[in-house]
């Protein structure tokens, strides 16, 4: 069976403060990770993607991939409260074909 | 730019009634894709599309059909519903080509089945 697994929360962080949010995938041959933002009753919006190893950094995020220790993160810099949203991790296995498979999310409060 | 268009937005169905679900994307892309989302559960895939003329049975495609009606359009039937069927349903479409890219969603379906 194929996880991602991310940590439900809520995680709540202050206004301005630095938001960390992790993600496990178990299928070690994965080659594509994504990172998603979910506000309530709204749809999935794609806001990070990652491929290699290391840091990628897109404004106020900066996605960490570590494919040894199956591991993606997403930074949020100055968190807003705007950025208060369920932050969806999503990996696509290594299949040949056309599966991504989504953790269940992370709630993130931004306390103003 | 509309994006993905998904319709309807809300439905209420009586168990053992059949629907579609219906979806248009405009960005040309080559791959779509139907899921559900329920509480605590993240998003899971019913079908998918790699391509025109194509579908496949993704994680959860149990009491759904599909139709790639054309490069467009992607539809999810619903033949005979259940309560388990309650749940938001997304559908999303990508570029293609082995799926590195990542999806844009529609708006989602909230399907209650009584």
């Known amino acids: 069976q194929k996880e991602v697994e991310q940590n439900s929360g809520p995680l709540s962080v202050p206004e301005g403060a630095i938001a960390s949010l992790n993600c496990t995938y178990s299928d070690r041959g994965s080659q594509s990770f994504f990172w998603y933002r979910q506000y309530s009753g709204k749809s999935p919006e794609l806001i990070m993607s990652i491929y290699s190893n290391g840091d990628k950094e897109d404004g106020r995020f900066t996605a960490q991939l570590n494919k040894a220790s199956q591991y993606v993160s997403l930074l949020i810099r100055d968190s807003q409260p705007s950025d208060s949203a369920t932050y969806l991790c999503?990996?696509?296995?290594?299949?040949?074909?056309?599966?991504?498979?989504f953790g269940a999310g992370t709630r993130l409060f931004v306390k103003a | 730019n509309a994006g993905v268009t998904q319709t309807p937005k809300f439905q209420v169905l009586k168990t053992g009634q059949s629907m579609t679900l219906q979806c248009a994307q405009d960005m040309n892309h080559n791959s779509m894709y139907w899921y559900r989302q329920d509480p605590g559960m993240g998003l899971r895939l019913i079908y998918y599309s790699a391509s025109e003329g194509t579908t496949d049975k993704g994680e959860v495609p149990n009491g759904y059909n599909v139709s790639r009606l054309n490069k467009r359009e992607f539809s999810l039937r619903l033949e005979s519903a259940a309560p388990s069927q309650t749940s938001v349903y997304f559908c999303a479409s990508s570029p293609g080509g082995g799926d590195p890219y990542g999806y844009t969603f529609g708006s989602g379906t909230r399907l209650t089945v009584v």
């Open positions: 999503a990996v696509n296995l290594n299949t040949g074909g056309f599966k991504t498979i």
